[in-house]
């Protein structure tokens, strides 16, 4: 709830509000002047509290801390990846990839989904088969869904045919378990209720990349420019705050809203695999999603539609195409439950879901 | 009440939005995305226009939600298709009255109906008195910038929802005074001109690339077949036009005039100028898609007829026709353009219209 604005606010995956602890993490680096990069004590100081806080997120994911460079954000961090390990051998996507992923690799093979929007490994192995190593870019869970991909299996299958993986861990990251090690992550600190403005980019190793950005030769020369230091210890802070949050609690909550949403004649994308506890997409069929946006907006509730871009203006679905939506695709809102929701704020949407239902939908 | 305003990212929007926000309404701000240039924008970059962002600049300084709507789809196979094919037949369509039609009164509005809004308001040029039989569309007081021409073909049902706060104000000057009372950045931004989805102002090429199999030159022939020249393409031409024929009057001794456009041969057809108006001269025109926004009684109504975005009104009696058409009965005869609008008016109140066929006469 934004008491100022008389909001809900139910839109986590557009960015998470800002945990107490990341509040607190960011104030504390904005009281430290120096530059890492400067040999002087006060560099040395921020530096201490920069590596402190890399190794806190190469911990999480287990991982040494030479493997982490951090970026402004998820979407350098994807495109950092695919510069550094797709340039020399073919590029392999997910069919429901964010566009952080899909704009980076513009000529990449898209892999198909199933109705769940699930990659199917066998396919993958079949693909990378005929094909040979490639760099293979699978998100952990999907931005608009929740949907978890079965990385596991892909890892597996990635590491017999020698292809690189990367995951687009933004929307899993802090929100489920992470236990792959063979692959680069890429992770965004306002997803996971740090400030906007940090990333970081999970390599499987030390080793040097070809750099987008040289710079100064901060990173290791992987990613030049100065740090956000406040910005990289909030995330750090709001990773593990994330990890440790009720996220059984947060289910029981999402649970309440896809019951309503079926209700109400609604479907549910995705329901019966495994997904994020947060997410649900909610296809009204008949209704069009900016018509849901603008009426649930204007009632102050906030949501979204898969894909907005910009200039805010929505558009169908790629993911929902993907996974066999004609007008469907079209006609979905996500609802992504933030971590400090409360059953009031559930219940308020419900009532608003269900009027807008029963007033909008075409029998 | 809850309003919704459509808004260009104009001034003349721009100023509704502000003064029935002013007035206490509930303002809800929609911009349409129309159609993307393509020019400044490489694939995949953003949408957004200079004017949308102007929109939502004022939707944002004045404090009301503001939408984007993709309509470009619907855009594409409503105004600028039909447009295009227009142009193949040779007749000279009038797609601000498509679009109007429906993108904005049809789709628009019935979002706005189903966002619970009691009235949609836009920044037209045009008068709605409330009279005994509901709403009636008038021409507005600055004449200048009438667009009732533009607007006949809006329901009598649109009508009633529709709001034009601007038909009543003197002339643009005070709008841009407004603008700048309202503290709106845009007040000296400059009107739009011509046919929004045509950038360069050459339709030509737009058509030209739409419709590629009318593309190329070809030859300018009389009526009896006799080759008097070449063109550049069919779809740079329209009935009535003397422009672009070259030296071909000098030639013949006498101004020449384009009669025909005979598409699929790419041949242009001239003929003397002052002998072809007398032959295309009409005292009955027949017309199609008509929109009364009146009862019409079927013995016809005495009324005055435009032909043309800027003419002058000319005596008839029009009659409803079975099947959505209208007959034409001209005082004086007059040279209509097939493709183009007709429209009814009684004083300054509009009546109804429709587009004029090609034809008998």
Redesign the interface.
Known sequence: MNEALKTTYLDANATEPLRPAARQAVLDGMMLSGNPSSVHADGREARRFLEEARNRISAGFGRISGTCVFTSGGTEADAMAIHAFGRSRPVLIGGTEHDAIRKAAPDAEVLGVDRFGLLDPEDLRQRLHQIGPALVCVMSANNETGVLSPLQDIEAVCRDSGSHLHVDAVQGAGRVPFTLSECSVAISGHKMGGPKGAGALLMQNEDPIDALTIGGGQERGRRGGTQPLPAILGMAAAFEESRRQDWVRIDVLREQVEQAALECGARVAGRGVPRLPNTSCLILDGVSAQIQLMTLDLGGFCVSAGSACSSGKVSSSHVLTAMGETEGASQAIRVSLPWNVEEDHVVAFCKAYREMAARLKKQ | MRILVAMSGGVDSSVVAALLKRQGHEV?GATL?LYDHGQASKP?A???GRD??DA?AVADKLGF??????AESRFRDSVIESFADSYARGETPVPCVACNQGVKFTDLLG?AR???CEAMATGHYVRRVEGDDGAEMHRPVDADRDQSWFLFATTRDQLEYLRFPLGDVPDKAHVRALAEELGLEIAAKPDSQDICFVPTGSYAELVEKLRPEIQGEGEIVDEEGRVLGRHEGVARYTVGQSKRLGDIHTGVGERQMVTRIDVPRRRIIVGPRAQAIEAENRRTVHLRNMNWLIDASPEGVHCGVQIRAREKLRDAVVRPLEGGGAVVELTEPATPAPGQACVLYDGSRVLGGGFIVAGES
């Open positions: 809800i995305q995949g953003c949408c957004a949308i962002m939502r939600p503001h939408y984007v709507i993709d979002m189903d966002l619970g």
